[in-house]
């Protein structure tokens, strides 16, 4: 009896020492939380278990502890759909009390959440690429170390023009709000330079046969495609299948060439050029770890999905690193987000703008067949790339946000 009286006695004063502890001290006993926001079902699925994978892979290395703070880690799937991120976002707010959330994927899903973690003043650290989030709606609780929808596709213009010497060119996409900004995006910089886009297509999210679309291109220099998910694949063979590889090249967007797709692509991949800010072989050391252990653990080549939400986890670091005991502030840890620079990343050295968005290189690659396997070479670097790519920033703002038809299309044909 005395033993169990003892035992309790001495859990009493076990809390009321924890009680009597600083706050700050109580602070650093707890877990910090990371939520996930990602998509496993539908689409846009593949991506979204490559972004669990990748954040699962760094907490890993890090045997789930950050600056001396254990991790906590949610996932969530959100559909991929506007209502279902809404959803996932409030029970990792509200319910699982996250200190950051990590996601979405999908732009439109952005779109549904941004409003609600500024409101509630929870940190997101976003893979999605809505560009008018670090725009003109910039939301001080958000940052992008990825890259916004046309951040790549301003290069893609650039090379087609200037390297490429291609002057006529269609563009396809899905038809929702990633898809309009890639290719308005590319329009932009490559009518700039000369060129004309001539055709702009828009399948659906969800296309079972992308031959109709397909019947529609001729008469030009190049394709540029921004799709995503499992969709690159069905199209990419489809335009293999119907011939019009063989005549007219392929370009493609981060997601539609995106290094973990390969091993579902055969040779209807190979020869086609895409502008990424990530590549599988790029020699930093962090990149090399990342790989090596993505392979051991998922048997998979990473791409921009799951490197994206490596990168997170970096940042998340750096911030937890420069705060200490503050870390548990919403606000003092979206500002130190914010603040992050770092110099080892899998992409390579990273910085953000005022507003939140990355500034870091994009790499223009050729997919090619070597020792039997598809691999993306890089065959030009493009340094510090802004979201603003090379135009004036005021300038850049004062014109709407891309859209299905801004800027305006000059040179459609019937």
């Known amino acids: 009896m005395s033993m169990k009286r003892r035992t309790v006695l001495k859990g009493l004063a076990a809390s009321t020492a924890v009680l009597a502890m600083p706050a700050v001290l109580r602070a650093q006993a707890a877990p910090f939380k990371i939520g996930l926001l990602t998509v496993k079902t539908g689409p846009l699925a593949q991506g979204g278990i490559q972004m669990e994978q990748g954040i699962a892979t760094f907490l890993k290395q890090k045997n789930n502890t950050l600056s001396g703070r254990k991790i906590e880690f949610i996932s969530a799937d959100t559909g991929g759909n506007p209502a279902g991120a809404k959803t996932k976002a409030q029970e990792l707010v509200e319910r ?3 200190n950051v959330i990590l996601g979405p994927l999908a732009a439109f899903e952005l779109l549904a959440i941004t409003d609600y973690v500024r409101d509630n003043a929870t940190p997101l650290i ?38 490429l010497k291609f002057k006529r060119a269609i563009t396809i996409s899905e038809d929702f709000a990633f898809g309009y900004e890639q290719m308005s995006g590319f329009l932009r910089v490559f009518e700039d330079n000369g060129g004309k886009v001539v055709k702009k297509l828009w399948p659906p999210l969800v296309t079972p046969d992308y031959t109709p679309y397909i019947a529609q291109i001729s008469k030009v220099d190049c394709v540029f495609n921004g799709f995503a998910g499992s969709n690159p694949v069905k199209f990419m063979r489809a335009y293999a299948d119907l011939g019009v590889k063989a005549k007219i090249p392929l370009l493609a967007g981060w997601t539609a060439m995106d290094d973990a797709l390969l091993k579902s692509l055969g040779d209807e991949a190979i020869g086609v050029y895409s502008a990424a800010w990530y590549s599988a072989d790029g020699q930093t050391a962090s990149n090399k770890r990342f790989v090596a252990d993505m392979q051991k653990d998922y048997n998979v080549l990473p791409g921009g999905y799951s490197a994206g939400m490596y990168i997170a986890g970096q940042c998340v670091e750096a911030a937890i690193q420069k705060l200490g005991g503050k870390a548990d502030d919403r606000k003092a840890l979206a500002d130190a987000l914010h ?45 510090n790339v802004s979201q603003f790519w090379t135009y004036d920033e005021k300038a850049f703002l004062a014109q709407p946000v891309y859209g299905r038809d801004a800027p305006p299309a000059k040179n459609l044909e019937q």
């Open 96 to 98: 699982d009390k996250v």
């Open 339 to 383: 603040q992050v620079t770092l110099t080892d990343t899998p992409r390579g050295a990273i910085k953000f703008d005022k507003y939140g968005n990355v500034i870091g290189d994009v790499f223009i690659r050729k997919c090619e067949k070597k020792d039997g396997k598809l691999v993306n070479t890089v065959i030009k670097k493009y340094p």
């Open 126 to 163: 976003s893979l999605a690429a809505a560009e008018d989030v670090t725009q003109r709606k910039a939301n001080p609780f958000i940052i992008r170390p990825s890259a916004t929808s046309a951040q790549c596709c301003h290069v893609m213009g650039d090379y087609a023009a200037k390297d």
